[in-house]
Antibody
């Protein structure tokens, strides 16, 4: 069974940093593009970043470029998102997501809450 | 990159059909046949319901169907059931600079 389990969320002050993680199981992690998608309270979904299966290509939504870094460790079947210079508007549930070959997201984790507030 | 436009709400009685629209531009919905639809129940993760405009993943009932015309995609839920009450989001590939753009979301209520 495919499982994506996020961890590392929490409460952080504006300007602070946080790293969230995603542990993958039930599929060959190293052969999939992976994404982070977030959802602010009461709002819609927003794609944040993705990473190619071997980590050689990374892409970001404009609002996080230069502040967030996506990475992966295929030996540990894990995906990460390092978030720096956090802002109140980064407050959201962050979902780890497995991409399909047809530009759809076929599997989602349950999400981890990140709250940025003073 | 702006979010795709969806109506905030839609509703129907059990057994009826409801159609949700998703309007973008020629840079996303109109430019690619990579529109997907997701169902999200309160407090839960989204679930893929439709991909590549009209294809259903294994396990998704055939009551769910998708289509596209120009810059607007649509999701139709036929034979509405109580468990279909949820938020629905469309998404589209938007090119190598933007990748995924999501819709604003539609809350479907089964009356």
């Amino acid at each position: 069974e495919v499982q994506l389990v996020e961890s590392g969320g929490g409460f952080v002050q504006p300007g602070g940093s946080l790293r969230i993680s995603c542990a993958a199981s039930g599929f060959t992690f190293s052969t999939y593009w992976m994404s982070w998608v977030r959802q602010a309270p009461g709002k819609g979904l927003e794609w944040v970043a993705n990473i190619q299966h071997d980590g050689s290509e990374k892409n970001y939504v404009d609002s996080v470029k230069g502040r967030f870094t996506i990475s992966r460790d295929n030996t540990k079947n894990s995906l990460y998102l390092q978030m720096n210079s956090l802002r109140a508007e980064d407050t959201a549930v962050y979902y780890c997501a497995r991409e399909a070959a047809n530009w759809a997201i076929s599997r989602w984790g349950q999400g981890t809450q990140v709250t940025v507030s003073s | 990159q702006s979010a795709l436009t969806q109506p905030p709400s839609a509703s129907g009685s059990p057994g009826q059909s409801v159609t949700i629209s998703c309007t973008g531009t020629s840079s996303d919905v109109g430019g690619y046949n990579y529109v997907a639809w997701y169902q999200q129940h309160p407090g839960k993760a989204p679930k893929l319901m439709i991909y590549e405009v009209s294809k259903r993943p294994s396990g998704v009932p055939d009551r769910f169907s998708g289509s596209k015309s120009g810059n607007t995609a649509s999701l139709t839920v036929s034979g509405l059931q109580a468990e279909d009450e949820a938020d629905y989001y469309c998404s589209s590939y938007a090119g190598s600079n933007n990748f995924y753009v999501f819709g604003t979301g539609t809350k479907v209520t089964v009356l």
